[in-house]
């Protein structure tokens, strides 16, 4: 199973801040890695797709990047409807792995 | 525009199977994967299962492996998740989830199975 590791698990911070979160793949997925967020009781939201693919709707402070097998979720310019807890997926391979979670809260 | 409706709260006694529904409309239901996600209180996401309808063809986590059964019938456009031998750390919200092969844009609402011990 590819393990997905992701950092930090939580993550404090302002209205205006960038931030940035990260999840790095045990082994290569070939940018097969999505992000989600998750308000509490609520399903999970596909932000990005294919690691930097925006999906309809979503606003364009949010952005995806990859290195190697590390991948960033960027928020440049938090606003209040984000804090939320955000998590990666990849779907390179069966079974499709979640990072453990960032919870990003009002500082 | 895809619409999943999941079947409704159960409490099951520990030892015994829960079966939740999940209902898609607006969209072509063979073509994708239906998978079965589940969180416990407070905690992160767990990727189940998946079954691509249009093949009839169902992939599992190794840690479920022998428990679950995911199925989909394609003429009520229903997936269904059975979990067998039900223990108290089976208690969680489980959602279904419409995927294209890239991430899944469409989720149902969650189901929360109890197990009491």
């Known amino acids: ?19 940035n979160i990260t999840c790095r793949a ?4 070939a940018i097969s890695l999505a ?17 930097s693919r925006l999906e309809s709707g979503v606003p364009s402070r949010f952005s995806g990047g990859e290195s190697g097998t590390d991948y960033t979720l960027t928020i440049s310019g938090l606003q209040p409807e984000d804090f939320a807890t955000y998590y990666c997926q990849q779907y390179y391979s069966i079974p499709r792995t979640f990072g453990q ?5 009002i500082k | 525009q895809i619409q999943l409706v999941q079947s409704g709260a159960e409490v099951k006694n ?5 079966k939740v529904s999940c209902k898609a409309s607006g969209g072509t239901f063979s073509s994708y994967t239906i998978d079965w996600v589940r ?13 691509i309808p249009g093949l009839g063809i169902s992939n599992y986590a190794q840690r479920f492996q022998g428990r679950i059964t995911i199925t989909a019938d394609r003429f009520t456009t229903t997936a269904y998740m059975e979990l067998s031998s039900l223990r108290s750390e ?3 919200v489980y959602y279904c989830a419409w ?3 890239e991430g899944s844009p469409y989720w149902g609402q969650g189901t929360l199975v109890t197990v009491a011990s």
């Open chain 1, 1 to 19: 199973d590819i393990q997905m590791t992701q950092s930090p698990s939580s993550l404090p911070a302002s209205v205006g801040d960038r931030v």
């Open chain 1, 35 to 51: 992000w989600y967020q998750q308000k509490p009781g609520k399903a999970p939201k596909l932000l990005l797709s294919s690691a």
């Open chain 2, 99 to 101: 995927g294209r092969g």
């Open chain 2, 90 to 92: 089976d208690t969680a």
């Open chain 2, 39 to 51: 969180q416990a209180p407070g905690q992160g996401l767990e990727w189940m299962g998946r079954v």
């Open chain 1, 26 to 29: 045990s082994h290569g997925i």
């Open chain 1, 101 to 105: 979670g960032t919870k990003v809260e």
């Open chain 2, 14 to 18: 520990s030892g015994s199977s829960v």
